[in-house]
């Protein structure tokens, strides 16, 4: 089992940047591929980044594409959400996710992920 803790939130203004961490359990960090989703009042989980076990491969949703970067180091146990040029509809609690690979290295449904972070609230004022 995998215990997920993020942490970096916080309130920033619009255009201003935050990384959020987060930290795994356990010593098979590196056989999991992470990602990170988010969820606003009101609205449905979405999916925001995933990286491969490796690091070596990335993606991200449109909404977010050229502003965050996710990456990680296995040797900390630690995945990362870089936020850049944040905007007010990126306000949302935050998670951080963890899957085992078995076919396909990179997912973007909430359904795949096994264990979820207790989530982090980044709120963007305008």
């Known amino acids: 089992q995998v215990q997920l803790v993020e942490s970096g939130g916080g309130l920033v203004q619009a255009g201003g940047s935050l990384r959020l961490s987060c930290a795994a359990s356990?010593?098979?960090?590196?056989?999991?591929?992470m990602a990170w989703f988010r969820q606003a009042p009101g609205k449905e989980r979405e999916f925001v980044a995933v990286?491969?076990?490796?690091?070596?491969?990335?993606g991200y949703s449109d909404s977010v594409k050229g502003r965050f970067t996710i990456s990680r180091d296995n040797a900390k146990n630690t995945v990362y959400l870089q936020m850049n040029s944040l905007k007010p509809e990126d306000t949302a609690v935050y998670y951080c996710?963890?899957?085992?690979?078995?076919?396909?290295?990179?997912?973007?449904?909430?359904?795949?992920?096994?264990?979820w972070g207790q989530g982090t609230q980044v709120t963007v004022s305008s």
């Open positions: 996710a963890s899957r085992t690979v078995q076919f396909v290295e990179l997912t973007y449904s909430v359904r795949d992920y096994e264990y």
């Open positions: 356990g010593r098979t960090f590196g056989s999991y591929a």
């Open positions: 990286i491969s076990r490796s690091g070596g491969i990335t």
